[in-house]
């Protein structure tokens, strides 16, 4: 008996190996045919490439596989001009697709080729609309508002449509992952108003980003354009209080550095230009130039910095401060515009830049 029972397990050990092999076979004849696939449509051989999918849908033995393969075979057909064959290949993938994500991804593909497709664009509209609607969680959903966005914005009736859309949108969409974008466009389509009072809801909508998406990708964004809507409201203090939070906010780098946010750079420089144009705080405005200078030396406003810092300190009445400021662009930046105007400065202690009615000259 245990005789029969060591065969048996013997045939079973030998049966699960057997099979181990042919499913690894199988896989890499997969991946083989795959990557000939791949290779031929990157190098615009798509009837070929076509062979090669229909073989795989055959063998494909998972719905993500299949998913895949269907997918590919919308995009040969769409470039070998067998558009509807496409869409029909691209619909299948979406209707298996393993998760909403995929899902997505294959109907903007139906929904891309009708927008620029001559007398589908109302409907490729209308399904981006659908699309967002249906998926607004998902990357997919991103890229179908900010179509939905470009085309309204494109023609003086959309423009006027945009506002109830996002207004509309923003009321569907308010607890899923499209509702910080839905929000920031609004922000957007204030700001661009010429009426003072669509300025302030945008700093409003702006400011209720930085609020209910503390941690999103817009969070910099929205402070930033709150802080230039807030310029142009000549409200300098609260810009500055704008500014001064981006330069806070320096997000935890890959490696546990500290990374600076992508408008750091940018924040620094108009907290000094504010200080020293609008506030007319001129220690202050020095100590932020010192403070840029120090930083951002490799800065191609670099050399505006130290200029600036010449300036103020001529205007306070340091010569002697605003010549080391001018010497060291000589030396450091021997080929910037601002050296022409060095020599001047210091004999008149007047920018020469600016012209009799207060604008800047041209270089």
């Given at each position: 008996?245990?005789?029969?029972?060591?065969?048996l397990?013997l045939l079973?050990?030998?049966?699960?190996?057997?099979?181990?092999c042919?499913?690894?076979?199988?896989?890499?004849?997969?991946?083989?045919?795959?990557?000939?696939?791949?290779?031929?449509?990157?190098?615009?051989?798509?009837?070929?490439?076509?062979?090669?999918?229909?073989?795989?849908d055959?063998?494909?033995?998972?719905?993500?596989?299949?998913?895949?393969?269907?997918?590919?075979?919308?995009?040969?057909?769409?470039?070998?001009?067998?558009?509807?064959?496409?869409?029909?290949?691209?619909?299948?993938s979406?209707?298996?697709?393993?998760?909403?994500?995929?899902?997505?991804?294959?109907?903007?593909r139906?929904?891309?080729?009708?927008?620029?497709?001559?007398?589908?664009?109302?409907?490729?509209?209308?399904?981006?609309?659908?699309?967002?609607?249906?998926?607004?969680?998902?990357r997919?959903?991103?890229?179908?508002?900010?179509?939905?966005?470009?085309?309204?914005?494109?023609?003086?009736?959309?423009?006027?449509?945009?506002?109830?859309f996002?207004?509309?949108?923003?009321?569907?969409?308010?607890?899923?992952?499209?509702?910080?974008?839905?929000?920031?466009?609004?922000?957007?389509?204030?700001?661009?108003?010429?009426?003072?009072?669509?300025?302030?809801?945008?700093?409003?909508?702006?400011a209720?980003i930085?609020?209910?998406?503390?941690?999103?990708?817009?969070?910099d964004?929205?402070?930033?354009?709150?802080?230039e809507?807030?310029?142009r409201?000549?409200?300098?203090?609260?810009?500055?209080?704008?500014?001064?939070?981006?330069?806070?906010?320096r997000?935890r780098?890959?490696?546990?550095?500290?990374?600076?946010?992508?408008?750091?750079?940018?924040?620094?420089?108009?907290?000094?230009?504010?200080?020293?144009?609008d506030?007319?705080?001129?220690?202050?405005?020095?100590?932020?130039?010192?403070?840029?200078?120090?930083?951002?030396?490799?800065?191609?406003?670099?050399?505006?910095?130290?200029?600036?810092?010449?300036?103020?300190?001529?205007?306070?009445?340091?010569?002697?401060?605003?010549?080391?400021?001018?010497?060291?662009?000589?030396?450091?930046?021997?080929?910037?515009?601002?050296?022409?105007?060095?020599?001047?400065?210091?004999?008149?202690?007047?920018?020469?830049?600016?012209?009799?009615?207060?604008?800047?000259?041209?270089?």
């Amino acid at each position: 008996m245990s005789g029969t029972f060591r065969h048996l397990l013997l045939l079973a050990l030998l049966g699960a190996f057997v099979g181990g092999c042919s499913s690894s076979a199988r896989l890499e004849a997969w991946n083989s045919r795959w990557l000939e696939a791949e290779r031929a449509h990157v190098h615009g051989e798509d009837a070929v490439a076509l062979v090669h999918l229909e073989a795989l849908d055959a063998a494909a033995e998972s719905q993500r596989d299949r998913h895949e393969v269907l997918v590919r075979r919308g995009d040969c057909l769409t470039a070998i001009g067998r558009a509807r064959s496409a869409m029909t290949s691209w619909f299948r993938s979406g209707r298996i697709a393993p998760d909403r994500n995929a899902a997505a991804r294959s109907y903007l593909r139906v929904v891309r080729w009708m927008s620029v497709e001559p007398g589908m664009e109302l409907k490729g509209l209308q399904g981006m609309i659908r699309l967002l609607d249906a998926f607004p969680d998902t990357r997919a959903g991103k890229r179908a508002l900010d179509h939905v966005v470009a085309v309204f914005q494109g023609t003086a009736q959309g423009q006027r449509w945009l506002r109830a859309f996002l207004a509309g949108r923003w009321r569907m969409h308010r607890k899923t992952g499209l509702a910080k974008f839905i929000a920031y466009e609004q922000g957007r389509l204030f700001a661009r108003s010429a009426d003072r009072p669509d300025w302030e809801r945008a700093v409003r909508t702006m400011a209720d980003i930085e609020r209910l998406f503390p941690r999103s990708a817009l969070w910099d964004d929205a402070v930033y354009a709150r802080s230039e809507l807030l310029h142009r409201l000549g409200r300098y203090e609260e810009e500055l209080d704008a500014l001064r939070l981006i330069l806070k906010h320096r997000r935890r780098g890959l490696f546990g550095d500290v990374a600076e946010t992508a408008y750091y750079h940018r924040s620094q420089w108009r907290v000094a230009q504010v200080l020293q144009h609008d506030l007319r705080e001129f220690e202050l405005a020095e100590l932020a130039l010192k403070y840029f200078v120090r930083e951002f030396a490799f800065s191609r406003r670099f050399d505006d910095a130290l200029y600036e810092l010449a300036v103020v300190r001529v205007g306070m009445g340091r010569s002697e401060a605003a010549l080391d400021a001018l010497s060291r662009l000589a030396v450091e930046r021997p080929e910037s515009r601002f050296n022409r105007y060095a020599a001047r400065l210091m004999e008149t202690g007047v920018d020469p830049r600016r012209a009799r009615d207060g604008e800047e000259e041209t270089p």
